[in-house]
């Protein structure tokens, strides 16, 4: 690992240079990025951002985890977390 790390739920997870957040999120153990309207399961699911299944919130915006290359310091969570 690089010592590079983001904020998933107030945790640091580790993340590789290039490494999307869905990735690191799945290296990391978390398998789970939140539930939708109907109560199913964000997931790190077709990995090309064709089904949005990964959506997360990251630094207020809502953003495919798939397709966001980590950075450090970001600050990510489930879809339906109001923060910044």
């Known amino acids: 690992m690089s010592g590079q790390t983001f904020v998933w739920k107030g945790k640091d997870v580790p993340f590789r240079s290039g490494e999307s957040i869905a990735a690191a999120l799945e ?3 978390v398998f789970s990025f ?3 309207t ?3 399961d964000f997931r790190y699911f077709c990995g090309i951002g ?3 299944g990964c959506l997360v919130r990251v630094d207020g915006l809502l953003r495919e985890a798939c ?3 980590a950075r450090p310091g970001m600050r990510v969570g489930s879809p ?3 923060h910044d």
């Open 27 to 29: 290296a990391a153990g």
């Open 34 to 36: 939140g539930t939708d």
């Open 38 to 40: 109907f109560g199913q």
């Open 50 to 52: 064709a089904c949005q």
């Open 67 to 69: 397709l966001t290359v």
């Open 80 to 82: 339906e977390d109001g």
